[in-house]
């Protein structure tokens, strides 16, 4: 039997992610680099190697600290619009912008 492994569902931007210690995360938009640490606070569910605490809607007391490694592009877009028959073309794009994160520690209070 596998043991279970100390994991956190945190929500960001609109979006939910499960990470565990070490994970490296892309997180969207611009978290800035020049602060290395960042704390995310919106934690929606903790696990232990022995229970699973569910926020409603938030898990009181439960942190997550990072460590930010820095800022990347994420896959280019292209945006191709065409009208038959009126020489009308317009091709356009862009990359979006991405902060890749690596999860240091998950911490919460330990009451019920």
Do not use: W
């Given at each position: 039997?596998?043991k279970?492994?100390?994991?956190?569902?945190?929500?960001?931007?609109?979006?939910?992610?499960?990470?565990s210690?070490?994970d490296?995360v892309?997180?969207?938009g611009s978290?800035?680099?020049?602060p290395k640490?960042l704390?995310?606070?919106?934690?929606l569910?903790?696990?232990d190697?022995e229970?699973?605490?569910i926020?409603?809607?938030?898990v009181?007391?439960?942190k997550?600290?990072c460590?930010?490694?820095g800022?990347e592009?994420?896959?280019k877009?292209?945006?191709?619009?065409?009208?038959?028959?009126?020489?009308?073309?317009k091709?356009t794009?862009?990359?979006?912008l991405?902060?890749?994160?690596?999860v240091?520690?998950i911490?919460?209070s330990?009451?019920d």
């Open positions: 039997m596998v279970d492994m100390k994991y956190a569902v945190f929500s960001h931007a609109g979006k939910q992610y499960k990470v210690e070490g490296e892309l997180l969207p978290l800035g680099s020049d640490d704390e995310l606070s919106q934690i569910l903790v696990s190697e229970k699973v605490k926020g409603t809607p938030l009181t007391g439960a997550i600290a460590e930010i490694l800022e592009k994420g896959k877009i292209e945006v191709f619009k065409y009208k038959a028959k009126s020489r009308y073309r091709h794009g862009h990359r979006s991405y902060t890749r994160v690596r240091q520690k911490t919460h330990s009451k």
